[in-house]
């Protein structure tokens, strides 16, 4: 026997690996004989997806799970056929009983999960404005020209072409090829690469320190956070800021905003799990504010030094999280929150399903409006990935011509709305609602009807 079996995540370690998609046994893919019927060595085939059995933030072995979610595809895997047998993961979440840290044990290799990545912000007028606000606010606040700015997941390169303006030196990672090397043509120098300690090394020998780190909606996607912590710490000045944008826990529980939930997302943050993170690394959560992207965000700043006295914003958030059972020694509350999250949700399905039900005995179209990542946790979350919606429509061109994930509901250009003319509109991409229901004000002014299922069940 020519092959050996991992029992361990090549990724973190951990022996906690389930069997999730098993194949026939093959020969090797490449290895193309000489002749016919040569007996080849077959080797089995079959995915593993790994469940962490440790807390990702602190390392205690103490997880309980909260909350559970059917299983789904990949969140951002849209086949290019309708009905392909696509495997699907594990999705719940579980608690770590000593630092509260709410994470997903299971674990997807990000090579799989981000090298292809079809999300561009770039697409969205409200998050190229979001940016816009947001490089303003970091301009103002930190002195920038000349400054070396390294965002972490840059994308497209939106929020970087701002800070750029504003005098600063930038300069993106993001291991998604394609964007990255569209990035870089648009004028952004943007590395292809994941953020670690190499890709550090490599920074500083080209560039120097940085004065500025940020990222925004990926510091939920790492399962090393101390590790990308500490990566942070080696690239700023010793004056040098951390500023990240992340879906906020307590917000996702108090708007039902479950379908934020999906294997991208490894990590929901609160800030009283991070606080003693960063400080064991010699690092000072100085800031926090909400911020109102994906239904509810938190932008954190975090000082490159030691014992930095913090805003009165963070003690602000903290009184909240104790509340809610998100912070250390909370574990009743926090198992009593989740529980209330759980019948929440089953009162949406329960309503979203009927008034899609309705339409549909009384011979309605529905569409969907956005193809987001979030519609594939929703849409197997309601049971709606069969027959629940005719076709969605979305203006990422990366995106149309495909298919959700796990369905057979197919992506199109906004025109189909008009060209197919259905009855119902369920907004899924939600947290666009406002600006997508402006758009659609023709559509209502016909007697369509417009359904927005979160954070409440509203029908316009």
């Known amino acids: 026997m020519t092959y050996r079996v991992r029992e361990d995540c090549r990724l973190c370690g951990s022996s906690s690996l389930t069997k999730v998609l098993e194949l026939p046994k093959t020969p090797l893919a490449n290895e193309f004989p000489a002749a016919p019927n040569v007996d080849q060595e077959k080797f089995p085939l079959w995915l593993a997806a790994c469940g962490r059995e440790d807390c990702r933030l602190c390392g205690s072995s103490s997880l309980t799970k909260v909350l559970e979610l059917p299983k789904t595809p990949l969140a951002n895997e849209f086949p290019a056929a309708p009905n392909v047998d696509q495997e699907k993961f594990p999705l719940w979440l579980a608690a770590c009983g000593a630092c509260a840290h709410v994470q997903l044990p299971v674990v997807v290799d990000p090579e799989r999960l981000f090298r292809e990545y079809v999300y561009v912000s770039g697409t969205s007028p409200v998050f190229v404005e979001h940016f816009r606000k947001y ?55 943007t590395w292809p690469t994941f953020f670690d300690n190499q890709t550090v090394d490599t ?94 965000s938190i932008r954190v700043t975090v000082s490159a030094e030691r014992d930095v006295p913090a805003e009165a914003s963070v003690e602000a958030l903290l009184l909240e999280e ?41 011979g309605k179209r529905v569409a969907g409006y956005g193809a987001p990542a979030k519609a594939t946790t929703l849409l197997h979350a309601f049971g709606l990935e069969i027959g629940g919606i005719d076709f969605v429509v979305d203006d990422s061109p990366h995106k149309q011509g495909r298919y959700l994930p796990g369905t057979s509901i197919p992506i199109l250009p906004s025109s ?45």
């Open 135 to 189: 490089a303003a606010e970091l301009a103002a606040y930190y002195w920038l020209p000349d400054r070396l700015v390294v965002e972490i997941g840059s994308n497209d390169g939106t929020l970087l072409q701002f800070l750029k303006s504003a005098g600063a030196k930038v300069l993106g990672i993001d291991p998604a090829t394609k964007i990255a090397e569209a990035a870089s043509a648009s004028g952004v120098e």
């Open 203 to 296: 920074i500083l020998a080209r560039h120097g320190r940085a004065s500025l780190v940020v990222a925004n909606n990926v510091f939920a996607h790492a399962d090393d956070l101390p590790g990308i912590a500490r990566a942070v710490q080696r690239l700023l000045n010793p004056e040098g800021v951390f500023v990240f944008e992340v879906s906020y826990l307590a917000d996702v529980i108090k708007g039902t905003l479950f379908d934020t939930i999906y294997h991208e997302h490894i990590s929901y943050h609160a800030l009283a799990p991070l606080i003693p993170m960063f400080a064991s690394l010699g690092m000072s959560v100085v800031d926090a504010k909400r911020v109102d992207t994906h239904g509810g």
């Open 322 to 362: 104790f509340e809610m059972g998100l912070t250390p020694g909370r574990g009743d509350v926090m198992r009593e929150t989740f529980g209330t999250l759980a019948q929440a949700i089953a009162t949406r399905k329960r309503g979203v399903r009927s008034v899609l039900g309705d339409a549909r005995a009384a």
């Open 416 to 460: 189909a709305i008009g060209e197919r003319k259905p009855d119902v509109i369920v907004v899924l991409a939600w947290n666009f609602a406002a600006s997508i229901l402006e758009k659609l004000a023709s559509f209502r002014e016909a007697g369509g009807v417009v359904v927005v299922p979160l954070p409440d069940l509203t029908i316009y």
